[in-house]
């Protein structure tokens, strides 16, 4: 408990130090890694029943040579590679902007350096690091959010391109 | 009008005085030369006898007036003897002043250098008094300290034990409360300028709030409390208003340490900008991308709504077996009901063209989301460099000496940078989400349409 407590308030201290960007930082990281473990979890456990169902339905049919044959089997494939792709583009996108949150904390520190330099007419150099710290925490946290994302999502984006193909091979058709 | 008045006035004054001189010359006239004669005769012989009685008169005076000289020189000798007696006495007075002017000296001895510290510390304690928020709840503190220090100054009274032991006590009155939080009622100016009683919580010697929160101002040379016109903004007014409202215990609170020599970071809070003069300092680039802003959110809102209810009735589409108008795959799947005895590379080519008719609908203003999102970092970057050009002629007029003059510039220059970033971010997001909303329901037209034409003709077949 008391480790606990401890911890909670090393991670509030660098959040006040941060500023409050740091709070979109966070909670945009948490929803890109809430959203990246789902699509792990998927790809382990919810896909294949996903697959599963469409090869049978596919090994179901009597005939797999036809033109219609080939139009179910690329619904089939669509229908499961839509279910496989869900919300990869919005944890790319959530990458790309961690940075961009970064920019803007650094940008709003700048400001309040310069607020305190107008305040004090710049020779307190003691009060100025405190707006030098909140611009450069949410760099330093927008960075390494984005670095994270980038490892996981290429990381989903190879499973999803890999399995998206096993699917294909899956669905033979009877020349 | 005038001048008439003053004419009819002079002749009045003349002829008054024509009046008054008339009858005298006409009683004085003699009317022959023998008349005259007898006249001056008479007249003499009157003058002489005036004369013989004012000669008389002197000489009984003179006696008199001899009298007089002896009684006056009888005083002046009398006079002399007396100041000569007095100048005695004056002389024997100040040899007992400086007697006992010395003696005094001899008394009080090293009492002297306790009295000069007695003084310099009053000095001090006036001034600190002055300044102290702790005056609005003592007062005449001060008048006190400035009485016994006329009084010390002066050199003719000694302080009493009971004033010395007074000064004392203010003094460890003063550290006394400087430690503590306090309430009472006193008189404050609002900030409209009435005068109010109420009820204020003083913090030790920093600061002084009342009941609805607000911070005041001590006014040392009117001793007079006022509600600051503009207050701090963010956190500490909640917790002025928890301090007000708190009757014991512990209750956060922001104090201004710099409290007793003038409040100087208190007043570096007020002064600094509040949210919307930030947004103002932008200037009008931070207007324009405001405004598109403003127009990616609605444009974002409206596609999303659109999108939405597509959604909706295209999973509605994909459950029913019939083709509805009223979504893009119905109308795709149309073509097919339309047209059942169409050979398939027909089929392929007109569902191809009717996706093609649908693809614009769908992605109606999702390409212009891009754009604002990509556009509004961009007008950022440009009200910087506006802004930084905007410093720099600042800096070829005043001088690079002034950080203050620079300064004001370059957070009004970084302002827009903030306000771009705060446009495009939400921005992306938005147009991931809403394109993504898009791209799904073309995936399906443009993959599964066939298919499920397909499966339509064979469950018909089989």
């Known amino acids: 408990m008391y480790q606990l407590n401890e911890w909670i308030d090393i991670i509030r201290r660098f959040m006040d130090a941060g500023g409050d960007v740091l709070w979109a930082i966070a909670a945009l990281t948490f929803v890109m890694w809430t959203l990246s473990i789902e699509r792990v979890w998927y790809y382990k456990f919810g896909l294949s029943k996903d697959v599963d169902a469409a090869i049978k339905s596919w090994e179901a049919r009597s005939e797999r040579k036809s033109w219609s044959a080939h139009q179910i089997r690329q619904k089939l494939i669509s229908e499961v590679s839509l279910k496989i792709d869900a919300s990869l583009p919005m944890i790319q996108t959530m990458v790309a902007l961690c940075p961009l949150l970064g920019l803007l904390g650094t940008v709003t520190g700048m400001i309040e350096v310069f607020n305190i330099m107008a305040v004090t007419g710049g020779g307190d150099a003691k009060s100025m690091a405190g707006g030098v710290s909140k611009a450069t925490i949410p760099t330093m946290a927008g960075m390494v959010a984005a670095l994270s994302g980038v490892f996981i999502s290429t990381y989903i984006k190879g499973i999803a391109g890999r399995e998206s193909e096993l699917l294909e091979d899956h669905l033979t058709t009877d020349h | ?462």
């Open chain 2, 1 to 462: 009008m005038k001048p008439n008045f003053f004419k009819a006035a002079v002749f009045a004054v003349s002829g008054t005085i024509a009046s008054m001189a008339m009858p005298a010359m006409a009683a004085d006239e003699a009317s022959s030369l023998d008349e005259l004669l007898k006249k001056v005769e008479a007249g003499y012989a009157a003058d002489a006898r005036e004369a013989k009685a004012r000669e008389q008169r002197f000489i009984a005076a003179r006696s008199e007036q001899q009298a007089m000289l002896a009684k006056a020189k009888q005083t002046l000798k009398n006079e002399e003897n007396r100041s000569a007696q007095l100048e005695g006495t004056f002389e024997e007075n100040e040899a007992a002043i400086t007697e006992k002017q010395r003696a005094l000296k001899e008394r009080l001895g090293t009492l002297t250098e306790l009295f000069g510290h007695l003084t310099s510390t009053a000095g001090d304690l006036r001034s600190n008094f002055q300044n102290s928020l702790i005056s609005v709840q003592f007062p005449n503190r001060e008048e006190f300290v400035t009485q016994l220090i006329d009084k010390m100054s002066g050199a003719e009274e000694l302080p009493s034990i009971e004033e010395i032991e007074r000064m004392w006590f203010e003094m460890q009155r003063e550290m006394t409360e400087s430690g503590k939080v306090v309430k009472f009622d006193t008189t404050v100016t609002t900030a409209d300028g009435q005068k109010e009683d109420q009820t204020v919580v003083r913090v030790g010697t920093f600061n002084l709030v009342n009941a609805d929160g607000e911070y005041l101002q001590y006014v040392p040379e009117t001793g007079a409390l006022q509600v600051l016109a503009r207050q701090p903004s963010g956190p500490y007014m909640g917790w002025a208003e928890d301090l007000a409202s708190a009757s014991s215990g512990m209750t956060a609170f922001g104090v201004d340490p710099t409290g007793p020599t003038g409040g100087s970071y208190l007043a570096a809070l007020i002064d600094s900008p509040t949210l919307s003069e930030r947004w103002h300092q932008g200037g009008v680039v931070g207007y324009v991308i405001t405004a598109v802003g403003v127009l990616a959110m609605l444009i974002a809102i409206w596609r999303l709504v659109v999108l939405s209810i597509e959604d909706m009735k295209v999973a509605k589409q994909l459950k029913s077996g019939q083709a509805m108008t009223n979504n893009s795959l119905g109308r795709v799947l149309k073509v097919h009901e339309e047209n059942p005895s169409m050979d398939s590379e027909t089929l392929e080519l007109k569902l191809s063209e009717a996706i093609l008719r649908e693809t614009p609908r769908l992605e109606r203003s999702l390409n212009l989301l891009k754009i604002i999102a990509a556009v509004a970092p961009l007008l950022g970057l440009l009200g910087t460099v506006t802004g930084m050009i905007i410093t720099f002629q600042a800096i070829t007029i005043f001088g690079a000496g002034d950080p203050k003059a620079m300064a004001g510039g370059i957070s009004g220059a970084l302002v827009t940078t903030v306000l771009g970033l705060i446009v495009a971010i939400p921005t992306v997001l938005l147009h991931t989400f809403v394109s993504g909303r898009a791209k799904k329901i073309l995936h399906i037209l443009d993959e599964q349409s066939t298919g499920i034409i397909a499966e339509h003709t064979e469950g018909k077949a089989g």
